[in-house]
């Protein structure tokens, strides 16, 4: 995987092809406003060096940060109401934040958890 | 073809266990390297997730199953690979892992999710954890005929 903002133009571009898989599997939509969250909060992460995938999740968008040699992972869950979810899965255990907001992310409990993953290698 | 041998009833700590794919979206992301989390999250209320014991025949023989599973499904789906996950990974954070051979599927077992079996809305998030976790132990193997 590609360091840094290299990743940014693969995961737009990934985000674009939601609508074939949404056709594809008979997938519930996503609405625009999750769309837009998604798309500015990959410009926000983008200096991260852990590249994304991008996928449609009942109705609402994923973000899956995956760890490349380790079982762990950051799961930022966008929907269209505005709403988001994080959950990291690090060293064995489980956190969760939930957020009304989605525009508060990416906070501080995201970037600890991404330093964490990166760290994992 | 013929039969592999029946599966012990105990499954053991070694063994492979393979959660069924047929969505374009998670074949085409697990070939990228990443398992979708949902490809463990059964959003219907129920608490087990049904997945094949492997290891005890030919994957000919698994693939078979498996295919004719997903073309009784709605929509006359494709199989397209499994995410096996490791039976010890499988029974962490509180799930345990029973064989429950089926008429059709003598090799069919459950991960049971300490969650409750009749709901969705209120252990959706507690569901999608396990998920997440499984995924990351897991990795993909395709379809033989893909």
Redesign the interface.
Do not use: I, N
């Given at each position: 995987m590609e360091a840094g903002h290299a990743w940014l133009a693969d995961a737009i571009a990934e985000l674009g092809r939601i609508d074939h898989?949404i056709r594809?599997?008979?997938?519930p939509d996503v609405g625009r406003r999750a769309r837009a969250e998604t798309r500015r909060l990959l410009e926000d992460l983008s200096p991260q060096p852990i590249a994304p995938?991008v996928?449609?999740?009942?109705g609402n968008l994923?973000i899956?940060f995956?760890?490349p040699s380790a079982?762990?992972?950051l799961?930022i869950?966008v929907s269209d109401d505005g709403r988001a979810?994080c959950?990291a899965?690090l060293n064995?255990k489980?956190r969760?934040a939930?957020y009304d907001a989605s525009t508060d992310l990416p906070d501080a409990f995201v970037l600890e958890q991404m330093h964490e993953l990166t760290n994992l290698g | 073809m013929t039969p592999s041998a029946p599966a012990p009833d105990e499954v053991g700590r070694d063994e492979d266990l393979g959660r069924s794919v047929a969505?374009?979206?998670w074949a085409?992301?697990a070939q990228?390297?990443?398992i979708?989390?949902?490809v463990f999250v059964d959003?219907r209320p129920t608490n087990v997730l049904s997945v094949d014991r492997v290891d005890h025949a030919t994957r000919d023989e698994m693939a078979q199953i498996a295919g004719e599973r997903e073309a009784r499904r709605e929509?006359n789906r494709r199989f397209r690979g499994w995410a096996l996950v490791g039976s010890v990974?499988a029974g962490?954070?509180g799930r345990t892992v029973t064989p429950t051979p089926q008429p059709d599927n003598p090799y069919h077992a459950d991960i049971r999710l300490p969650v409750p079996a009749d709901a969705w809305e209120e252990v959706k998030?507690e569901k999608?954890?396990h998920g997440?976790?499984l995924?990351?132990?897991a990795r993909w193997e395709s379809a033989p005929q893909e």
């Open positions: 898989y594809a599997d008979g997938l995938v996928y449609p999740s009942e994923v899956h995956k760890a079982p762990a992972s799961v869950e979810v959950h899965h064995g489980s969760r939930s | 969505k374009t979206l085409d992301k990228r390297g990443v979708s989390r949902d959003t929509g990974s962490r954070s998030q999608r954890a997440q976790e995924a990351d132990f």
